[in-house]
T-cell receptor, first 114, second 109 residues
Framework: DSGVTQTPKHLITATGQRVTLRCSPR?????VYWYQQSLDQGLQFLIQ???????AKGNILERFSAQQFPDLHSELNLSSLELGDSALYFC?????????????FGPGTRLTVL | SQQGEEDPQALSIQEGENATMNCSYK?????LQWYRQNSGRGLVHLIL?????REKHSGRLRVTLDTSKKSSSLLITASRAADTASYFC?????????FGTGTRLQVFP
């Protein structure tokens, strides 16, 4: 158990819908990262927050947004969902902001868009 | 294209054998990390090797880094069925940690 929690574990929804994925980092970690893992794209970095502020942005679509709240939990919002958004979404956390530190991954949310 | 690419893409061995997987990357790095992912689950950090290190050990894991060739290898000795998983290298690229394509390791009892 990494100490990172993600909810829900599974999510099934229809095209055009909007969903919210939630992540709670390990106690004491200030950085939260979001990743998308699909069979064709592999593990792709989406976005990083550090202590409430956006710190780095990767291959995140405009339809996707995220935020980190004062209690350090984070939410990833996915809207106008398409079939191709079906994937595993992982949250990870680390103590510091720098990406060369070890990251602790949550169990993931499996999103299925029908 | 990926910053890190693992080779081979898949590897099947018997319990007790050693497993070696390689990672090549494109740009200069200050460290390289290896992660393991059991099927459909979150990644688990295995080991971090810094650019000024050539070799590092952790239990049955041995990692080497050759910065001149921009490559790293992960050796798992005396493999077990429980080692069955995908293994990824990860390298910092700017302000992002970029994961390779992964090696799927199958260890048969």
């Amino acid at each position: 158990d990494s100490g990172v929690t993600q909810t829900p574990k599974h999510l099934i929804t229809a095209t055009g819908q909007r969903v919210t994925l939630r992540c709670s980092p390990r106690s004491g970690d200030l950085s939260v990262y979001w990743y998308q893992q699909s069979l064709d794209q592999g593990l792709q970095f989406l976005i990083q927050y550090y202590n409430g502020e956006e710190r780095a942005k990767g291959n995140i679509l405009e339809r996707f947004s995220a935020q980190q709240f004062p209690d350090l939990h984070s939410e990833l919002n996915l809207s106008s969902l398409e079939l191709g958004d079906s994937a595993l979404y992982f949250c990870a956390s680390s103590v510091e902001a720098a990406v060369y530190n070890e990251q602790f991954f949550g169990p993931g949310t499996r999103l299925t868009v029908l | 294209s990926q910053q890190g690419e693992e080779d081979p893409q898949a590897l099947s061995i018997q319990e007790g054998e050693n497993a070696t997987m390689n990672c090549s990357y494109k740009t200069s790095i200050n460290n390289l990390q290896w992660y393991r992912q059991n099927s459909g689950r979150g990644l688990v950090h295995l080991i971090l090797i810094r650019s000024n290190e050539r070799e590092k050990h952790s239990g049955r894991l041995r990692v080497t880094l050759d910065t001149s060739k921009k490559s790293s290898s992960l050796l798992i000795t005396a493999s077990r069925a429980a080692d069955t998983a995908s293994y990824f290298c990860a390298t910092p690229l700017g302000d992002k940690l970029i994961f390779g394509t992964g090696t799927r390791l199958q260890v048969f009892p």
